[in-house]
């Protein structure tokens, strides 16, 4: 087995997975949201239940007011005028952030899926 091609038009044999180990924890999550963009100012990681995975305790329990209210929607956007809120879910996670006035909301909600995709180690939804 090797990685790489000889040649430019030779392809890759078996590559190895990514990651061999669990999928990306709660605290990683946050840290790859900020990483991805630099508009998201703080955020929480959730379980399914509300229990809080990681993340600032004092947004947990706006968190999951707002999950609580958006019945079965699993993307979630509130305006207001000194920012935004995204938050997203699974069937085992769910994620909030607060974002400055300028994000740009495709770009934070594919983030979010991306890093939810991560969290359950599934695959990862194709870009926009």
Do not use: N
């Not at 091609?5 to 044999?13: F, Y």
């Not at 079965?72 to 952030?97: C, K, N, P, Y």
């Not at 994000?103 to 939804?125: F, H, M, N, Q």
Request: proline share 7%; charged share 25%.
């Amino acid at each position: 087995m090797w990685l790489f091609s000889r040649t430019v038009h030779e392809p890759c044999l078996d590559p190895p997975p990514v990651s061999s180990g669990a999928a990306l924890t709660p605290a990683l999550a946050l840290d790859y949201l900020r990483e991805l963009s630099a508009d998201i100012r703080t955020g929480v990681v959730l379980g399914a239940d509300g229990e809080l995975l990681a993340g600032d305790e004092a947004l947990a329990d706006p968190a999951r007011d707002l999950f609580a209210s958006a019945g079965d929607a699993t993307e979630l956007q509130v305006v207001t005028r000194d920012g935004d809120v995204f938050a997203a879910r699974s069937d085992r996670h769910q994620i909030a952030v607060v974002t400055g006035r300028f994000a740009l909301p495709s770009l934070i909600r594919y983030d979010l899926k991306l890093v939810l995709a991560d969290l359950e180690g599934a695959e990862r939804p194709e870009a926009p």
